[in-house]
């Protein structure tokens, strides 16, 4: 899978490396706001999402965490290669484009 980094946000909180907006060409689709973190396991990425709401619309909170708010994806992939292909994609992609950040 082929993505074009159109913009990345750095950040240094926690794991969170930044945040990335890239497109797939030939889809004329553009996924703002990737979240690009370091896990055990190396450089990982994660989907856009939004709070999960209760019946009357407000994000519900974890019982001993304040900021524990459940979170869904915006989008979602169909098959799990293509999942870990655009993952490779766009750390490729915003690795290449920012060296210093991820070393």
């Not at 945040?19 to 979240?35: F, S, W, Y």
């Not at 900021?67 to 869904?72: G, I, L, N, S």
Request: some cysteine.
């Amino acid at each position: 899978m082929r993505v074009i980094l159109r913009k990345f946000t750095a950040m240094n909180h926690r794991k969170q490396l930044g945040r990335a907006t890239v497109a797939l060409p030939g889809l004329g689709i553009t996924i703002h706001d990737c979240l690009i973190y370091r896990s055990p396991q190396g450089l990982r990425v994660q989907v856009p999402g939004h709070p999960e709401l209760d019946a009357e619309g407000r994000p519900p909170r974890g019982p001993l965490n304040s900021e524990d708010v459940p979170y869904r994806p915006t989008i979602t992939f169909d098959d799990y290669e293509d999942k870990i292909s655009f993952c490779h994609a766009v750390i490729e992609a915003v690795t290449k484009a920012n060296p210093e950040q991820f070393q």
